[in-house]
Protein backbone atom coordinates (compact mmCIF):
# COMPACT_ATOMS: atom_id res chain seq x y z
CA UNK A 1 0.00 0.00 0.00
CA UNK A 2 1.23 3.42 -1.04
CA UNK A 3 0.85 6.45 0.98
CA UNK A 4 1.29 10.30 2.13
CA UNK A 5 1.76 11.63 5.12
CA UNK A 6 0.87 14.96 5.69
CA UNK A 7 1.22 17.26 9.31
CA UNK A 8 -0.53 20.43 9.56
CA UNK A 9 -2.69 19.92 7.24
CA UNK A 10 -5.72 21.87 8.95
CA UNK A 11 -5.02 25.21 7.41
CA UNK A 12 -2.62 27.12 5.16
CA UNK A 13 0.43 24.87 3.49
CA UNK A 14 0.00 22.03 4.85
CA UNK A 15 -3.61 21.80 3.45
CA UNK A 16 -2.89 23.09 0.12
CA UNK A 17 -0.04 20.06 0.18
CA UNK A 18 -3.03 17.44 1.27
CA UNK A 19 -5.50 19.01 -1.83
CA UNK A 20 -3.06 19.11 -4.11
CA UNK A 21 -1.57 14.95 -3.06
CA UNK A 22 -5.34 13.80 -3.14
CA UNK A 23 -5.69 14.90 -6.23
CA UNK A 24 -1.92 14.29 -8.54
CA UNK A 25 -0.81 11.62 -6.38
CA UNK A 26 -2.38 8.98 -8.47
CA UNK A 27 0.22 6.15 -7.14
CA UNK A 28 -1.11 6.65 -3.66
CA UNK A 29 -4.00 4.48 -1.85
CA UNK A 30 -3.93 6.68 1.14
CA UNK A 31 -3.60 10.09 2.39
CA UNK A 32 -2.80 10.73 5.96
CA UNK A 33 -3.13 14.05 7.13
CA UNK A 34 -2.39 14.79 10.64
CA UNK A 35 -3.46 18.41 12.75
CA UNK A 36 -5.35 18.66 15.95
CA UNK A 37 -8.89 20.10 14.24
CA UNK A 38 -10.60 17.72 13.16
CA UNK A 39 -13.10 19.20 11.63
CA UNK A 40 -11.27 21.04 9.36
CA UNK A 41 -9.62 18.45 7.97
CA UNK A 42 -12.93 16.65 7.29
CA UNK A 43 -14.21 19.73 5.36
CA UNK A 44 -10.87 19.64 2.93
CA UNK A 45 -12.09 15.90 2.63
CA UNK A 46 -15.29 16.72 2.03
CA UNK A 47 -13.93 19.49 -0.62
CA UNK A 48 -12.58 16.48 -3.11
CA UNK A 49 -14.52 14.29 -5.11
CA UNK A 50 -15.89 11.03 -4.08
CA UNK A 51 -12.91 8.72 -5.27
CA UNK A 52 -10.25 11.06 -3.94
CA UNK A 53 -12.00 11.89 -0.80
CA UNK A 54 -12.18 8.27 -0.26
CA UNK A 55 -8.42 8.15 0.11
CA UNK A 56 -8.21 10.26 3.13
CA UNK A 57 -7.64 9.13 6.67
CA UNK A 58 -7.75 12.09 9.13
CA UNK A 59 -5.06 11.92 12.30
CA UNK A 60 -6.47 13.71 14.92
CA UNK A 61 -3.52 14.68 17.07
CA UNK A 62 -1.01 16.95 18.76
CA UNK A 63 2.25 16.54 17.83
CA UNK A 64 4.11 18.19 20.72
CA UNK A 65 2.59 15.27 22.77
CA UNK A 66 3.65 11.47 22.83
CA UNK A 67 0.06 10.02 22.47
CA UNK A 68 0.04 11.37 18.63
CA UNK A 69 3.39 9.18 17.93
CA UNK A 70 2.38 6.45 19.16
CA UNK A 71 -0.76 5.96 17.33
CA UNK A 72 0.92 6.87 13.91
CA UNK A 73 3.76 4.10 14.95
CA UNK A 74 0.50 1.60 15.76
CA UNK A 75 -0.98 2.69 12.19
CA UNK A 76 2.73 1.78 10.75
CA UNK A 77 3.10 -1.28 12.13
CA UNK A 78 -0.24 -2.54 11.62
CA UNK A 79 -0.50 -1.34 7.83
CA UNK A 80 3.36 -1.86 6.45
CA UNK A 81 2.51 0.91 3.69
CA UNK A 82 4.79 2.87 1.71
CA UNK A 83 5.44 6.16 2.17
CA UNK A 84 5.66 7.81 -1.25
CA UNK A 85 5.59 11.62 0.31
CA UNK A 86 6.47 12.82 3.73
CA UNK A 87 5.34 16.29 3.84
CA UNK A 88 6.11 18.17 7.83
CA UNK A 89 4.57 21.42 7.82
CA UNK A 90 2.97 21.67 11.15
CA UNK A 91 4.88 24.59 12.65
CA UNK A 92 3.67 27.91 14.08
CA UNK A 93 6.15 31.30 15.05
CA UNK A 94 5.35 33.86 18.19
CA UNK A 95 6.79 36.94 17.17
CA UNK A 96 8.60 39.16 20.27
CA UNK A 97 11.89 39.37 21.84
CA UNK A 98 13.04 36.41 23.70
CA UNK A 99 12.80 37.80 27.33
CA UNK A 100 9.40 38.96 26.89
CA UNK A 101 8.13 35.96 25.24
CA UNK A 102 7.07 33.48 28.09
CA UNK A 103 9.06 30.58 28.70
CA UNK A 104 5.95 27.93 28.18
CA UNK A 105 5.26 29.25 24.19
CA UNK A 106 9.01 29.26 23.10
CA UNK A 107 9.54 25.44 24.49
CA UNK A 108 6.34 25.07 22.08
CA UNK A 109 7.74 26.19 19.25
CA UNK A 110 10.81 23.93 19.43
CA UNK A 111 9.30 21.42 20.63
CA UNK A 112 6.84 21.34 17.52
CA UNK A 113 9.04 23.34 14.79
CA UNK A 114 11.64 20.92 15.85
CA UNK A 115 11.59 17.90 18.10
CA UNK A 116 7.92 16.66 16.65
CA UNK A 117 9.65 16.99 13.06
CA UNK A 118 12.57 15.37 13.99
CA UNK A 119 10.66 12.40 15.65
CA UNK A 120 8.33 11.87 12.83
CA UNK A 121 10.32 11.87 10.02
CA UNK A 122 12.36 9.12 12.56
CA UNK A 123 9.34 6.95 12.78
CA UNK A 124 8.29 6.89 8.95
CA UNK A 125 11.95 6.50 7.67
CA UNK A 126 11.82 2.74 7.50
CA UNK A 127 8.88 2.80 5.36
CA UNK A 128 9.61 5.32 3.28
CA UNK A 129 9.86 4.32 -0.41
CA UNK A 130 13.24 3.80 -1.68
CA UNK A 131 13.72 5.11 -4.83
CA UNK A 132 10.71 7.19 -5.20
CA UNK A 133 9.90 8.86 -1.39
CA UNK A 134 10.01 12.16 -1.10
CA UNK A 135 10.32 14.15 2.14
CA UNK A 136 9.46 17.73 2.43
CA UNK A 137 10.14 19.89 5.28
CA UNK A 138 8.28 23.39 6.19
CA UNK A 139 11.90 25.81 7.07
CA UNK A 140 11.27 29.04 6.13
CA UNK A 141 13.74 32.22 4.74
CA UNK A 142 13.88 33.03 8.59
CA UNK A 143 16.11 29.90 8.42
CA UNK A 144 18.69 31.79 6.33
CA UNK A 145 19.63 34.47 9.56
CA UNK A 146 19.01 35.01 13.00
CA UNK A 147 16.15 37.15 13.17
CA UNK A 148 16.07 39.71 16.61
CA UNK A 149 12.38 39.91 17.86
CA UNK A 150 11.42 36.34 16.45
CA UNK A 151 14.73 34.68 17.35
CA UNK A 152 13.44 31.45 18.72
CA UNK A 153 11.39 30.49 15.77
CA UNK A 154 14.07 31.68 13.06
CA UNK A 155 16.43 29.46 15.09
CA UNK A 156 14.54 26.43 14.98
CA UNK A 157 14.41 27.39 11.37
CA UNK A 158 17.80 26.86 10.53
CA UNK A 159 17.86 23.92 12.63
CA UNK A 160 15.25 22.28 10.00
CA UNK A 161 16.68 23.74 7.03
CA UNK A 162 20.43 21.82 8.79
CA UNK A 163 18.72 18.61 9.42
CA UNK A 164 17.49 18.66 6.20
CA UNK A 165 20.16 19.19 4.26
CA UNK A 166 22.02 16.68 6.10
CA UNK A 167 19.51 13.90 5.85
CA UNK A 168 18.71 14.45 2.10
CA UNK A 169 22.78 13.68 2.07
CA UNK A 170 22.03 10.44 4.18
CA UNK A 171 19.56 8.98 2.29
CA UNK A 172 21.27 8.86 -1.23
CA UNK A 173 21.76 5.53 -0.81
CA UNK A 174 18.04 4.63 -0.84
CA UNK A 175 17.31 7.70 -4.05
CA UNK A 176 14.99 9.27 -1.23
CA UNK A 177 15.60 12.94 -1.65
CA UNK A 178 14.74 15.61 1.42
CA UNK A 179 13.70 19.22 0.36
CA UNK A 180 13.56 22.07 2.98
CA UNK A 181 10.94 24.84 1.91
CA UNK A 182 12.29 28.48 2.96
CA UNK A 183 9.09 30.81 2.13
CA UNK A 184 9.19 34.57 3.49
CA UNK A 185 5.92 35.31 4.76
CA UNK A 186 3.16 33.94 3.55
CA UNK A 187 -1.09 34.50 3.51
CA UNK A 188 -2.04 31.88 6.01
CA UNK A 189 -3.57 31.34 9.71
CA UNK A 190 0.12 31.47 10.56
CA UNK A 191 0.02 35.61 11.08
CA UNK A 192 -2.72 34.93 13.67
CA UNK A 193 -0.72 33.35 16.34
CA UNK A 194 2.25 35.30 15.57
CA UNK A 195 1.01 38.76 15.97
CA UNK A 196 -0.98 37.87 18.83
CA UNK A 197 1.71 40.10 20.90
CA UNK A 198 3.66 42.26 18.10
CA UNK A 199 3.23 42.56 14.58
CA UNK A 200 5.36 41.71 11.54
CA UNK A 201 7.16 44.67 10.03
CA UNK A 202 5.41 46.48 6.72
CA UNK A 203 7.97 45.80 4.50
CA UNK A 204 7.66 42.30 5.24
CA UNK A 205 3.87 42.48 4.39
CA UNK A 206 4.91 43.55 1.08
CA UNK A 207 5.63 40.59 -0.34
CA UNK A 208 3.56 37.91 1.51
CA UNK A 209 3.10 35.54 -1.20
CA UNK A 210 0.56 32.96 -2.07
CA UNK A 211 0.03 29.52 -0.55
CA UNK A 212 -1.02 27.90 -3.35
CA UNK A 213 2.32 29.20 -5.45
CA UNK A 214 4.61 28.14 -2.59
CA UNK A 215 3.04 24.54 -2.10
CA UNK A 216 3.16 24.03 -6.18
CA UNK A 217 6.93 25.17 -6.40
CA UNK A 218 7.98 23.39 -3.11
CA UNK A 219 6.11 19.92 -4.86
CA UNK A 220 8.15 20.94 -8.03
CA UNK A 221 11.76 21.32 -6.21
CA UNK A 222 10.78 17.82 -4.14
CA UNK A 223 10.15 16.04 -7.73
CA UNK A 224 13.52 17.71 -9.01
CA UNK A 225 15.00 16.62 -5.84
CA UNK A 226 16.15 19.80 -5.10
CA UNK A 227 17.32 19.76 -1.60
CA UNK A 228 15.71 23.66 -0.92
CA UNK A 229 12.90 25.83 -2.24
CA UNK A 230 13.01 29.34 -1.95
CA UNK A 231 9.53 31.19 -3.26
CA UNK A 232 9.94 34.68 -5.07
CA UNK A 233 12.90 37.34 -6.27
CA UNK A 234 12.53 38.34 -2.92
CA UNK A 235 13.24 35.53 -0.94
CA UNK A 236 16.57 34.20 -2.87
CA UNK A 237 18.15 37.74 -2.64
CA UNK A 238 17.55 37.55 1.23
CA UNK A 239 19.37 34.23 0.90
CA UNK A 240 22.38 35.54 -0.92
CA UNK A 241 22.95 38.39 1.15
CA UNK A 242 22.57 36.68 4.19
CA UNK A 243 25.59 34.60 2.98
CA UNK A 244 27.67 37.70 1.99
CA UNK A 245 26.40 40.73 4.26
CA UNK A 246 27.56 40.53 8.06
CA UNK A 247 24.51 39.68 10.18
CA UNK A 248 24.82 42.69 12.65
CA UNK A 249 24.65 45.01 8.84
CA UNK A 250 21.39 43.31 7.93
CA UNK A 251 20.31 43.17 11.19
CA UNK A 252 20.65 47.14 11.74
CA UNK A 253 18.75 47.58 7.82
CA UNK A 254 15.86 45.64 8.97
CA UNK A 255 15.67 47.52 12.02
CA UNK A 256 15.53 50.83 10.09
CA UNK A 257 13.22 49.58 7.58
CA UNK A 258 11.06 48.49 10.53
CA UNK A 259 11.07 51.90 12.14
CA UNK A 260 10.59 53.56 8.82
CA UNK A 261 7.21 51.41 7.86
CA UNK A 262 5.96 52.38 11.44
CA UNK A 263 6.64 55.83 11.38
CA UNK A 264 4.19 55.95 7.78
N1 LIG B 1 2.88 31.55 6.72
C1 LIG B 1 4.13 31.96 6.70
O1 LIG B 1 4.40 33.18 6.55
C2 LIG B 1 5.28 30.98 6.78
C3 LIG B 1 6.53 31.39 6.28
C4 LIG B 1 7.58 30.52 6.34
C5 LIG B 1 7.42 29.25 6.86
N2 LIG B 1 6.22 28.87 7.36
C6 LIG B 1 6.11 27.52 7.92
O2 LIG B 1 5.27 26.75 7.07
C7 LIG B 1 4.58 25.76 7.81
C8 LIG B 1 3.08 25.86 7.54
O3 LIG B 1 2.65 27.11 8.02
P1 LIG B 1 1.29 27.81 7.54
O4 LIG B 1 1.66 29.16 7.09
O5 LIG B 1 0.55 26.92 6.64
O6 LIG B 1 0.60 27.97 8.97
P2 LIG B 1 -0.88 27.66 9.48
O7 LIG B 1 -1.88 27.97 8.45
O8 LIG B 1 -0.96 28.33 10.80
O9 LIG B 1 -0.84 26.07 9.69
C9 LIG B 1 -0.12 25.48 10.73
C10 LIG B 1 -0.53 24.04 10.85
O10 LIG B 1 0.19 23.44 11.94
C11 LIG B 1 -0.73 22.69 12.72
N3 LIG B 1 -0.31 22.64 14.11
C12 LIG B 1 -0.05 23.69 14.94
N4 LIG B 1 0.23 23.26 16.17
C13 LIG B 1 0.13 21.89 16.14
C14 LIG B 1 0.29 20.87 17.11
N5 LIG B 1 0.64 21.16 18.36
N6 LIG B 1 0.11 19.59 16.72
C15 LIG B 1 -0.25 19.30 15.46
N7 LIG B 1 -0.39 20.22 14.49
C16 LIG B 1 -0.22 21.50 14.83
C17 LIG B 1 -2.05 23.46 12.60
O11 LIG B 1 -3.15 22.59 12.82
P3 LIG B 1 -4.05 22.55 14.15
O12 LIG B 1 -4.14 23.95 14.69
O13 LIG B 1 -5.35 22.01 13.63
O14 LIG B 1 -3.35 21.60 15.04
C18 LIG B 1 -2.01 23.88 11.14
O15 LIG B 1 -2.55 22.86 10.33
C19 LIG B 1 4.94 26.01 9.29
O16 LIG B 1 5.97 25.13 9.64
C20 LIG B 1 5.46 27.44 9.30
O17 LIG B 1 6.39 27.66 10.32
C21 LIG B 1 5.12 29.71 7.32
Redesign the pocket.
Known amino acids: MYIAII ?10 CGEILADKLRKADEIWL ?5 R ?2 TELAHSLPKSKREKIRII ?6 DA ?1 FERISEMLSEKKPKILFLV ?6 KIGCTEELCEKIQS ?1 MI ?3 VE ?2 VRLTRICLPYMADRVGRIIN ?5 AFLPQPGFAV ?1 AA ?2 SF ?1 LSFSEALNYELRHREISVTA ?14 EEFEEIALYKKLV ?2 K ?1 EK ?1 VKKALRDSVRRRPVSVYGISMKGLRIISRILPHRLVFKVMSAADKKDRRQ
Open positions: TGASSGMGRKIARREAMEGDLTEANAAGFGDRLNALFASAAYSKVVCPGPVKTEFFDLAIAPV
